[in-house]
């Protein structure tokens, strides 16, 4: 089955790879067209930090029968069973990129030659000025330098210049070997989908890829970074589109979507993400790791393109049953392309003031809760808890002002941000018979500074770091109430009993969520699938 992974590349890597052998261009493919002046701007967007758009490559062992190479240069041929990266997408930026940096003639289907080692960045340029020049004329002494010299000539001659030119040198060949060449890899292709891809990619005879956007892209990302939202990927972004257009988000059908109309439908994609992201935050929901997955933002983002204005009542009711039905029942933990096809009309039939059907069951007991609520920060089930103790606005132990919750704090389950109210030190020592997953459990997880974990609480009973507080903030009784935790009697706090604390909480939390969740009858609606319980996740401190 074809697949889409990462094909970045830096300038080692890509000027390497073609320069053996390992980068084609498909026989199908137009031929190389840009003259030096075109490629002489492409390197001066690459020195000012601009975006160049994305290469998509065919990487495959399949052995074509017509092949060339990047600008028809006389490279080394592929060895039988190599893999290699055929150029689907980018061929005339990659050519010009290649043939700069090498100073290499280029001979035309004509006969004609062009020499790109005439290509040569100015040393004294000002900001508003080309870098990249290709005209040299009446320019001093080393007041330029030829690209490819400057990337490949010997340290002597580039020495050679005055001492006040030598920052410039230095600071133009780190941007360029620094910079990172996007890249997409289509693999695991045979040749009809690929040609398919490249038929899609190119309409009559230009260059047209979707990652165009790439400066949009970038700008959408900085805003929702400003509201810490920053953790949703691209991959999504492009199924929110898709799904926008296509009521589709395989990767087949993105990859089908014509330039023009994926370009008009971008902002109101753009809108529609934002406004989903501003429903999620005031829905309580303030950080994006929180999440219980990302793919939660294609089926929202529809759902406020479609739907005019904000929802209420009981639309409003059937969204949120949505969302704690998908993050509580392990919706997207596998076969995510298809459920949120099939979620879309769910989302119609919400817009139209209707409970939808869901084919899957959701277990909301007390007995459930302790069976399946073992903590890892990755787990969509532990997320979903995690957003509900949000919900609370948590407030400090010690001084009951709002605990911020960022998306810095919280990547992984060890993050001092998860505060277990009876410390892991502690049970392990006091409760040396009970499972670990028993105490390392999400019903006994509060959110909290990692100040307040770290240098006040550590491993300490529950009941004495609860007594230091106690003189600290008079309001306790509130604050402990927003990690939902009641009285310190009744919850077995007085006591550091751990078993009448782990069933009291269960409580609280249960009927939070009974609050929030519109009951079904569905004949198993109090049963989680039990193959989704074995849902893997990495955790990294990415």
């Known amino acids: 089955m074809a697949t889409l992974d990462n094909g970045d590349k830096n ?10 052998g390992q980068v084609k261009i ?64 980018g061929q005339q930026r990659i050519t010009s990129f290649y043939a700069a940096v090498k100073g290499v003639q280029i001979e035309r289907e004509d006969g004609k030659k062009e020499d790109y080692s005439i290509i040569c960045l100015n040393l004294d340029a000002s900001d508003d000025e080309d870098i990249v020049i290709i005209d040299t004329t009446g320019k001093a002494p080393f007041s330029f330098i030829k690209l490819a010299d400057l990337m490949v000539g010997d340290f002597t ?24 060449f996007r890249g997409v890899n289509l693999k695991n292709a045979d040749i009809d989908v690929a040609t398919e891809v490249f038929t899609r990619l190119n309409v009559g005879g230009k260059e047209l890829t979707l990652f165009d956007l790439a400066e949009k892209y970038e700008a959408l990302m900085k805003e929702l970074e400003a509201v810490n939202y920053e953790t949703i990927s691209s991959s999504t972004v492009l199924q929110v589109v898709s799904m926008l257009l296509a009521k589709d988000v395989t990767r087949k059908q993105i990859l ?184 390392n459990h999400i019903l006994n997880i509060t959110i909290v500074d990692d100040y307040l974990n770290k240098r006040q609480i550590k491993a300490k009973a529950p009941t004495d770091y609860i007594s230091t507080f106690k003189a600290s903030n008079r309001n306790l ?17 007085d006591t550091n009993d751990y078993d009448t604390f782990f069933n009291k909480r269960a409580e609280e939390v249960v009927k939070e969520l009974n609050k929030r969740i519109i009951q079904q009858q569905t004949g ?14 990495v955790e990294s401190e990415d």
């Open 26 to 89: 498909p026989q199908f493919q137009r031929k190389f067209v840009w003259d030096v002046k075109a490629s002489a701007k492409l390197i001066d967007s690459i020195l000012k930090g601009y975006p160049i758009g994305t290469f998509i490559y065919w990487r495959t062992d399949e052995e074509l029968r017509s092949v060339r190479n990047i600008g028809n240069l006389n490279l080394p041929e592929q060895a039988k069973g190599e893999f290699v990266n055929y150029v689907l997408d």
């Open 524 to 537: 198993n609606e109090v049963q989680v699938a039990e193959e989704e319980l074995e849902e893997e996740t």
């Open 157 to 180: 001659y580039l020495a050679s210049f005055p001492k006040d030119k030598q920052e410039k040198l230095n600071q133009y060949k780190k941007i360029l070997e620094g910079y990172n």
């Open 256 to 439: 089908k979507l014509p330039k023009k109309d994926f370009i008009d439908t971008w902002d109101k994609a753009v809108d529609s993400i934002k406004l989903s992201v501003d429903f999620l935050r005031n829905f309580g929901i303030p950080v994006s790791r929180l999440l219980p997955y990302n793919a939660l933002i294609v089926p929202f983002s529809y759902f406020f393109h479609k739907h005019q204005g904000s929802p209420s009542g009981k639309t409003l009711t059937l969204l949120e049953d949505y969302f704690w039905r998908s993050s509580l029942g392990y919706r997207y933990s596998s076969g995510v392309e298809g459920k949120l096809a099939q979620d879309v009309d769910k989302i119609d039939t919400i817009i139209a003031g209707n409970t939808p059907k869901y084919e899957w069951s959701i277990d909301i007991s007390e007995t459930s809760l302790k069976n399946t609520g073992y903590f890892s920060a990755g787990r969509s089930y532990i997320k979903a808890i995690l957003c509900l103790y949000a919900m609370q606005k948590p407030k400090s132990f010690n001084n009951n002002l709002d605990v911020r919750i960022d998306n810095s704090w919280l990547k992984v389950s060890t993050s001092k941000n998860y505060h277990h109210f009876f410390p892991k030190a502690w049970m392990k020592k006091n409760y040396p018979q009970m499972d670990f997953n028993q105490y």
């Open 11 to 20: 300038f080692a890597q890509i000027v390497s790879e073609i320069t053996t």
């Open 477 to 493: 009784a509130e604050s402990l109430k927003t990690h939902l935790i009641g009285d310190l009697t009744e919850f077995g706090i």
